[in-house]
């Protein structure tokens, strides 16, 4: 099923979201979704999630094996934590970051 995964996004982003990609090691094809934490979201394609309806928090997919043929069951957990960008234009200024996610670009300083 390959390795825990993690990634951080923003609210409002994450339309194409790869759930699949974001398992570590190298996870074999044919295995099952689930939405551990109800979220809603369509894992009809993990390859192609669109995250960007839900709301600030952590939630977590789960990508499982049965057991089958004297091999045990197997599973990985994909854990995605979505902020919210900060509620002003002047708190985001203030403190440099647009949202605290990770991979995304922050506003180093500005011009005086």
């Known amino acids: 099923a390959g390795e825990n995964g993690a990634m951080a996004i923003c609210t409002g982003t994450g339309a194409a979201t790869d759930l699949f990609g974001a398992l570590g090691g190298t996870p074999d094809n044919g295995g099952t979704w689930n939405d551990d934490d109800s979220s809603g979201a369509d894992l009809t394609d993990p390859t192609d999630v669109d995250l960007s309806a839900l709301s600030a928090g952590t939630y977590n997919f789960t990508y499982a094996f049965a057991a089958s043929g004297g091999c045990p069951a197997d599973s990985a957990t994909v854990t995605v934590a ?8 002047f708190d985001a200024l203030s403190d440099g970051n647009v949202c605290v996610a990770a991979d995304l670009p922050t506003i180093a300083s500005l011009p005086t």
Request: glycine content about 0%; charged content about 25%; aromatic content about 0%.
């Open 82 to 89: 979505i902020t919210a960008p900060e509620d002003t234009l």
